[in-house]
């Protein structure tokens, strides 16, 4: 295909994204405009909503979020990892000029909001591999977050497992309730792009709250494995969870017939899938459910680029997309999908990155959950429109599928910015399903 043609396409497939927030069907609710906009950038918003979730749960503080946000120019990534980088280090540096023997509450409240700033000052930068802050920052985030940790009345500890092959290595970090008997343990990832630190405050310092064990990890393609290791998503979520699983009834303070599995994001499809293979897992969680992920992500582009995909030829794909990706006019929210999907897969171009989507799909295991799995939905999904209730009907019975709308605030991707009611949701859920397996 000529380069006018390409481009051609280029502007159709721009055009299709802008308007990915067009209901085609009637899968989506998307009305954007019933919450406050923090960036007149879609994706921007939702980051910048995303970090300020932390909040209640010690991981971000609301008025400084908001500063840094001032200094943001919509879909300008750079604009995004600098003012993000400024107030990492103007925390950090806060945070090391407290005493900890003294204070350690406060040193810890001040580590863990530089740890999530870090991280954000990162998010953007997937896409020139050679950037040296992707590791830089990186490091920062996790020295801060280690030195935080420590400071919990119960600090968090971290352990590396093997995969059962050998194949790679596991972080996780267990966090013990402190409290005595063998107790409820959620075992939790994060997905397409979030951390197992950002774990600990979306949700894990709510389950500790309420005597629930919290074991946080990440598998291939997430953000320690992609870095420390070189290795990309893998489906079968299974290798990941199982050697997990081990090490949770390891410790006599996890009920080992109380063990449930929270995947958020794309984890909505990571943790059903694992689920489907490893009946150790008492309660599962998609946050929100993930059905088929390569084709929610096909299926966003127009019908002339599906065919080119289907028809195989490569490098016109690739070069309608890249044209889209360089072009800085092109929705963030494209531009960032496809230049953190090739990162976190590992690979060289948006067609490798496409195929391999396709095995992402619940289509042959869902029949084999067989645990309650709770399946949220968002009434204002922009990354997977329709999946959840995808997932929800092929489940079953067994599926508790759940809407979180626009107006309780909880009607974005994973319900951000509503950390506090998906809390007491997802957990009443977890410590209800558990009760009834008791009785
Ligand atoms: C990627 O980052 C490296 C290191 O900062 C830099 O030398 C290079 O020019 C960047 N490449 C692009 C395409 O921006
Ligand atoms: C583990 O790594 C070896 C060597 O790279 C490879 O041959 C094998 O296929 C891998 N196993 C799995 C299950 O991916
Ligand atoms: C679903 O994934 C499997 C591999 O896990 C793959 O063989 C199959 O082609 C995928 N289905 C579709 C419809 O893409
Ligand atoms: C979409 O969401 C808005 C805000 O919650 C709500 O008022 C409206 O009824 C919804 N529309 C549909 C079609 O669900």
């Not at 919509?74 to 945070?95: C, H, I, K, Q, Y």
């Not at 700033?117 to 040296?132: I, M």
């Not at 694992?274 to 019908?303: E, H």
Request: charged share 20%.
């Amino acid at each position: 295909m000529k380069l006018h043609q390409a481009l051609g396409l280029f502007g159709l497939f721009n055009v299709c994204i802008v308007s990915a927030a067009q209901p085609s069907t009637d899968l989506k609710n998307t009305t954007t405009d019933s919450m406050f906009q923090l960036s007149s950038d879609d994706d921007f918003h939702f980051e910048l909503l995303r970090v300020m979730s932390l909040a209640p749960y010690e991981g971000a503080d609301i008025g400084e979020v908001l500063v840094a946000a001032k200094k943001i120019d919509p879909g300008n990534f750079e604009s995004f990892s600098n003012a993000f980088f400024d107030l990492a280090t103007r925390v950090d540096e806060t945070a090391r000029n407290i005493d900890k023997e003294k204070h350690p509450v406060s040193a810890r409240n001040a580590l863990f909001r530089a740890s999530s700033y870090y991280r954000s000052a990162d998010f953007f930068l997937h896409g020139n591999w050679s950037d040296p802050r992707i590791n830089s920052l990186w490091d920062k985030q996790l020295n801060a977050f280690d030195t935080a940790m420590a400071l919990l009345p119960v600090p968090g500890k971290r352990v590396n497992l093997q995969a059962e092959d050998g194949n790679f290595t596991i972080p996780v970090i267990f966090f013990g309730t402190g409290l005595t008997g063998p107790r409820p343990t959620l075992l939790m990832c994060n997905g397409y792009d979030g951390s197992q630190e950002e774990m600990y405050h979306l949700i894990g310092k709510a389950a500790l709250e309420r005597g629930i064990n919290v074991i946080t990890y990440e598998g291939p393609g997430q953000p320690a494995v992609r870095r420390g290791q070189n290795i990309g998503f893998i489906p079968e979520w299974e290798r990941v969870v199982s050697p997990v699983v081990d090490f949770a009834i390891e410790h006599p303070e996890v009920d080992s017939e109380a063990i449930g599995l929270m995947g958020y994001s794309f984890g909505g499809y990571l943790a059903p899938r694992a689920a489907a293979f490893d009946k150790r897992i008492a309660a599962v969680f998609a946050v929100d459910g993930v059905y088929d992920f390569g084709k929610s992500l096909l299926y966003q582009f127009p019908q002339e680029l599906k065919e080119v995909f289907y028809s195989g030829d490569a490098d016109t794909f690739n070069s309608i997309i890249e044209a889209a990706v360089a072009e800085p006019s092109t929705d963030t929210i494209m531009r960032w999908g496809v230049q953190q999907g090739m990162w976190s897969f590992n690979v060289k171009t948006p067609f490798e990155w496409m195929t391999k989507a396709l095995a992402y799909n619940l289509t042959d295991v869902a029949d084999k959950i067989q645990q309650p799995i709770f399946i949220g939905d968002a009434q204002l999904e922009k990354f997977f429109p329709g999946q959840a209730k995808m997932l929800a009907d092929a489940i079953g019975s067994n599926a508790l599928y759940r809407l979180f709308t626009a107006d309780e605030g909880a009607g974005e991707h994973c319900s951000i910015g509503a950390s506090v009611l998906q809390s007491q949701v997802l957990l009443d859920w977890f410590e209800d399903v558990l009760s009834k397996a008791r009785e």
